[in-house]
């Protein structure tokens, strides 16, 4: 059975710090890795996604993720951290292209100006 | 303009009666789904559909029920079997490829 741990549930930085947004995945095959982010009564929106081609994974609106098999896992980061950024980040993992997705309980990112 | 719609954006209900909420696509996606929202629990999902006429339960069914007549439409139906509805319901659809992609959500609330 697959999980996704995303520990914490707040996370607050500065405008202009850096972005770190912590996922860990247990996962029996290699897994497909996603990050979606969700703004206040919003839908999700796909961020980035690794699918077993190049470990680090740039993204929409300056994020990347780095895959790393021996840690398990696959933080989000971001060098500045801007106002926009304020929202919902869920990780999630898949085991391949036409499986369920499972999520994790997601992160809450504030922007402090 | 393509995209996954949902309506209506809120509903409320009076606990005893079944609601229904509507998700369509016009992407041309086979396969769609509904997901529950809950604050601090992530997204669970409820059922899911991979091509029409056809679909399973997730996690968390009960008290939930859906149908797959069309490609481009998959309803969810709250009945008053589910004690504790109110929540925040999204639908997503995919193409034959890994990524899911999300409406924009109803919010139910139990009155």
């Known amino acids: 059975a697959q999980s996704v741990t995303q520990l914490g549930s707040h996370v607050s930085v500065s405008e202009g710090a850096l972005v770190l947004l912590r996922c860990n995945y247990s996962?029996?095959?290699?897994?497909?890795l996603f990050w979606y982010v969700q703004y206040p009564n919003q839908g999700l929106q796909l961020l980035l996604k690794y699918t077993s081609a190049a470990t680090l994974v740039k993204g929409i609106n300056g994020f990347e993720a780095e895959f790393k098999k021996s840690e398990t896992s696959f933080h989000l980061t971001k060098p500045s951290a801007h106002m926009s950024d304020a929202a919902e980040y869920f990780c999630?993992?898949?085991?391949?292209?036409?499986?369920?997705?499972?999520f994790g309980k997601g992160i809450t990112l504030s922007v402090r100006p | 303009d393509g995209g996954i719609t949902q309506s209506p954006k809120y509903l409320f209900r009076k606990e005893g009666q079944n609601v229904t909420l509507s998700c369509e696509q016009n992407?041309?996606?086979?396969?769609m789904y509904w997901y529950r929202q809950d604050p601090g629990q992530g997204l669970r999902l409820i059922y899911y559909s991979q091509i029409v006429n056809d679909f399973q339960k997730g996690d968390i069914a009960e008290g939930y029920s859906v149908s797959r007549e069309k490609k481009e439409s998959f309803p969810l139906t709250v009945t008053s079997a589910q004690k504790n509805p109110t929540a925040f319901y999204l639908c997503?659809?995919?193409?034959?490829?890994?990524?899911?992609?999300f409406g924009p959500g109803t919010r139910l609330t139990v009155l």
């Open positions: 999630a993992t898949s085991t391949g292209a036409n499986s369920k997705l499972t």
């Open positions: 992407l041309n996606h086979d396969a």
């Open positions: 996962s029996s095959v290699p897994p497909y």
């Open positions: 997503a659809s995919r193409l034959n490829t890994d990524t899911q992609y």
